[in-house]
């Protein structure tokens, strides 16, 4: 590569551009740790992206009607940071680019949305921020249907690497978006043909400009360090009404010695390399110093959003107040005021009706009941959506002519369904939620685990939740799939037991604003066990006393979802032999072990012996079964310890002993 | 479609293929559940394959040789089922397609590898058969190279449909057979343009022949209803020396009144519209009858093999006595009979030496040796080579050049690389390990618990195990990955202390037949703990007492991996305070769980007060804590309750309380 020649052309740009090198470098070396040459390799594309086309402003960088830009190769943070201190946001200061990577900076080793405002998603996990960003280009068509161009125009921008394009996340993303006709979404290929093994014909031959192309996109080809080239390609994919993908040929880590390996990848720790490259690239500034004239030039470009800001902020103040109030409502993710009397009257309405309806029914009741309310909701399913029970009467079919749709088929891509979902989150003023079957959590965790992490209302519906499932056999069953969300941090699992909990779990999930949901539902029947009405969100506690012991409780059975009903009949039984059993029914164990401890003991008293029921494995269980602190109580689990098995549900449930008679014999035993 | 056009054309071909249709029709009602559409979409393609190309012995359906067959689209399971009753497989009798989806029956609802033994692969779960099908023709081309041409010389015939090349995983998959030249891999796509929510327009507009050729596929378009054509296409594909990909065009539920409908794709139960479809299809026999000419002509297609499985075995019976043992103790899954001495050497030596690495150099000292007496391994990672530990001197690189290579650059594709593993596994005869990061479970979760469902010694090399990543941060660093590999049923989590456990650990993993293995190991270096040599395999026993308690025994500190070292730091300070602390090792909870319960109560008393130590959440560890009957004792948690961060290892264990001192803050705290 002729560097001197890249100067020469374009000074200026080249200056600018290698103000995020130097800053790389810099703080890379001065961490110890992280990925000094994509930065370096991107600095180009991502200067003229900023200075020309990126309608942000530095100092507000949450301003509604900005565009998206997503570092789907997070582990190049150094660019963003870079970008963002150089841009004058009010986060990333020099000191913050001091403290790349320690304890409590905010510029941490992976850009985090939740410490960033400036950063739209938490990337790193590769393919999910291409696979975000679909999220976010379907939020903004949706919201610009909904709101009108004056309010919601704006691109989403994205910068995937080898790796992003290698993960089979980033095909169902990019199937979903030539589907959709997402044109406002354009994607950088970092083209620089090196991964951490080597370079990418080690792994790859794949044409990714074919790829894209078969899959409905627009692409251009271009080299990823001409200034003049990469503005071209811009204001093309910005006319394209398909999405754009522009392949940029790129050097990694352009003029350091580890240019074009493997070694560039990684952390360029080493001084004397460094003083060479800054030479090389004609840079001129001490460590972690940027010239104050190209710093200024950066500082405005930072500021180039504010009249686009101010614009935009004239609009929105001549829009009614109804709809500013909608809006505002839905960027902050406030639940609307009707929402309550809505669920509760549905609550009424099902403890008088008791119906006897799977809860993925239950859930649909819920829907229509929410959807109505809600316009910020979008639903969808990963083409399981009549199993599923998905779609309600008022949503309409997302579509290339119908944007005000509010429901998707995601297709069989449950991975890709859930990282778009994130995004949609992720972008503001929508609700996503989307249904598979709860055995394909598996296919959708990478996504489900990062909304935990970024703390998002994201709602995952996930039915035909256990052996329940019956012929479809041990694939299609899950029996860890509660345990496995119940290990992940700021998740909420809630396994209904009928439709009024269902109500309840759906009003926490519909409102909630730093956690996922995971609804664990039913493909079969069950019966309504909450016949009492109560105001009250009983769910909100995670578990309750649903039955109490007549007489000395010498028994308390803990049951989720389906299994609700079975303790029921256990009760019975048990009661009628003179055993005083109480029922708890337990939708959701993190709320539960949220309340306070007085609570928790009050619901699980030690002494009575516990059996757990739940038709999955035990782990996760023995917290609530064996006593918080121990030495409590004798106790049982009535579940699966092994993968479940092709034949009619019922049949299995007895196969596996997850029978009201066993629940009792369990209780017996220990007595 | 004109029906009558096609049986007009071939009416011997069309009967036989119609067997298989009416067979499905007949066992879906049957079952009142199932997949009708597909089986007799597919009829043809199957037909022609079976009757002309594959190689297979249907009263041997496990011969060596054979060509294997995967139906990738697992939901269609009456594909399989009819072939195999009509070939006259001796499991798959008229019975068994009459109890379809039943209790106990071997023909469950998708097909289970551990029920059928011409099944070669469960599948289900859309993309695995595609994906594992990369991992059967690596398989061929290893060994074939390993035992020459005479005895390996076989194809991978794949049905996908529209649902598993939606699926992420199919893009690693086709990327990986792309790249590899994987000639003798030959997938034929059922193109019916039907999912479950409509037409494939409704979630996608790929064009398939375009993706595929992007990496590098040989690619024909045909109509998978004529027979001609579908010879004509598998002739050439067995002569192309890329892997191939034959798009079928086929109508779903061809002459049913579902035909070309999502309908189609479910369960066809009506009665009247089975009859019609007979008609239709000028089908004579009754409910699961088949003409005895149509099945007489299928028992002769199922015989066909036998002259070439006995050619086969005339060969075999020339080779030398050494290549015939070699050969038959690799298929039969043993370990060689040097492993045992390689591993006791290797522990022998790290507990004089007692070397402080990380437990991921461990794992690759383990691998060395053990990759030098079992030419059957064949390792790889998903990009992280130098990072996983992966590659040791002796392996090679698997190359289109170099097929006895038995290292494969996987590229970044965690999940791919775990289902073809799982094919490498599956195809028989070699072992299969793979590396990431262990944050990336979340990618290969899907394949993992399949290797854990099908009963295949796949080992997953997880490096990188606990917040001792340091400044990658959160997204990098697992705390919920043990919990979710525990909580599934079949799976051994291996987290060793040190090189001595990592050994046994990989000793146990490198002769498992029918569990996978999940490595978990550290980024940081560890101190030997294990610094007495021991001939016997202690992590067999899945925990032990590591540091018995000096005096009373008045705390007992549980810990796994690196924190092991953590408790042994803690026990010398509780010690010193005069407090008897015994220290329990646990690599392996599974292993512990399934010793005696007087072993397991030896190993943890009830009485003296318990603190678990590891750096991940409490979920699974309760049963070990509590006591496993409740009422035993005090117990405490040192570990993750929330996501990591992003700062230097070190500092991380501080601010999350993984220390010594807290450690002993807590047994105090109980005393």
């Known amino acids: 590569m002729d560097i001197a020649a890249l100067k020469a052309k374009n000074p200026d740009h080249w200056m600018k551009a290698t103000a995020i090198r130097a800053l790389a470098l810099d703080a890379v070396k001065g961490a110890n740790s992280g990925h000094t040459g994509m930065p370096i390799g991107m600095a180009d594309v991502a ?32 660019l963003i940071y870079s970008l963002l201190y150089l841009c004058g946001d009010q986060q990333v200061t020099l000191d913050q680019i001091k403290n790349f990577r320690q304890m409590g900076s905010l510029t941490a080793g992976h850009p985090e949305n939740f410490l960033l405002d400036a950063v739209e998603t938490t990337t790193g996990p590769l393919g999910q921020g291409i696979a975000n960003s679909v999220g976010f280009a379907i939020a903004e068509e949706i919201l610009r249907a909904q709101y009108g161009k004056k309010l919601v125009d704006h691109h989403t921008y994205v910068i995937a690497g080898d790796g992003c394009l290698m993960e089979g996340v980033s095909q169902e993303a990019i199937g979903i978006a030539g589907r959709h006709n997402l044109g406002k979404l354009i994607v950088f290929w970092d083209n620089n043909n090196i991964t951490i093994d080597g370079t990418v014909e080690l792994s790859d031959k794949t044409n990714q400009v074919q790829r894209f192309k078969a899959s409905g996109w627009h692409v251009q080809e271009i080299d990823g360090h001409d200034p003049e080239a990469i503005d071209a390609a811009i204001i093309a994919a910005k006319k394209s009404k398909k999405p754009s993908m522009i392949a940029c040929k790129t050097h990694i880590a352009l003029g350091h010695a580890a240019q074009d390996t493997s070694k560039g990848h990684g952390a360029l720790t080493d001084a004397d390399q460094a003083k060479a490259a800054k030479e090389i690239w004609g840079w001129t500034g001490g460590e972690y110093e940027v010239p104050a004239d190209i710093k200024s030039q950066w500082e405005a470009i930072g500021a180039r959003g504010v009249s686009e800001r101010e614009a935009w902020e004239a609009r929105f103040a001549e829009a009614s107040t109804q709809k500013q109030a909608k809006f505002n409502r839905a960027l902050a993710g406030d639940a609307p005021k009707k929402l309550s009397a809505t669920i509760k009257a549905l609550k009424k ?42 779609k309600t009467d008022d949503l309409g079919m997302f579509e290339t002519n119908n944007r005000s749709g509010r429901y998707i088929y995601w297709g069989i891509r449950e991975h890709g369904m859930a990282s778009a979902m994130n995004g949609i989150a992720l972008h503001g003023g929508l609700r996503p939620y989307g249904g598979t ?113 007549t007489g000395k409780r010498q028994a308390i059975l803990i049951a989720t979802g389906s299994e609700v009903s079975v303790a029921m009949d256990a009760r ?85 002993g997850i029978t009201a008679d066993n629940v009792v014999a369990n209780v017996k035993a220990m007595l």
């Open 47 to 78: 200067t003229v992206l900023f200075e020309k086309h990126l309608k942000f402003d530095a100092k507000n960088p949450t301003w509604p009607d900005r565009d998206r830009f997503i570092l789907s190769a997070g582990h190049g943070s150094m």
């Open 349 to 390: 309405q099902v403890s008088e009706d008791q119906p006897k309806v799977a809860t993925r029914k239950s859930s649909e009741m819920a829907l229509q009941a929410i959807n109505a309310v809600m316009p910020e909701t979008v639903g969808g399913s990963a083409d399981l959506t009549g199993s599923n029970n998905t």
């Open 437 to 549: 079957f709860m055995a394909f959590t598996d296919y959708a965790r990478p996504a489900m685990r990062l909304a935990a992490l970024m703390k998002i209302p994201t709602v995952f519906v996930m039915t035909h939740d256990s052996i329940g499932v019956g012929e479809d056999g041990p694939t299609h069953q899950p029996v860890e799939h509660c345990a496995i969300s119940r290990s992940t941090p700021n998740t909420y699992v809630f396994r209904p037991a009928d439709t009024v909990e269902t109500a309840e779990a759906w009003e926490i999930a519909a409102t909630s604003k730093t956690t996922p949901s995971v609804m664990s539902l039913t493909r079969q029947n069950l019966p309504t066990v909450r016949t009492e009405h109560k105001l009250k969100n009983l769910t909100e506690q995670g578990a309750y006393v649903l039955a109490e012991a």
């Open 572 to 656: 019975e039984k048990l009661e009628a032999e003179g055993i005083g059993t109480r029922v708890v029914s337990m939708p959701c164990m993190e709320l539960f072990a949220q309340q306070d401890e007085s609570y928790r003991r009050k619901v699980l008293p030690a002494g009575p012996v516990r059996v757990g029921i739940e038709a999955g494995v035990r782990h996760g269980w023995d917290r609530w079964l064996l006593g918080e602190r121990g030495r409590e109580n004798k106790a049982a689990f009535v579940g699966m310890d092994s993968f479940g098995s092709s034949a009619p549900a019922g049949e299995l449930f007895e196969k596996f």
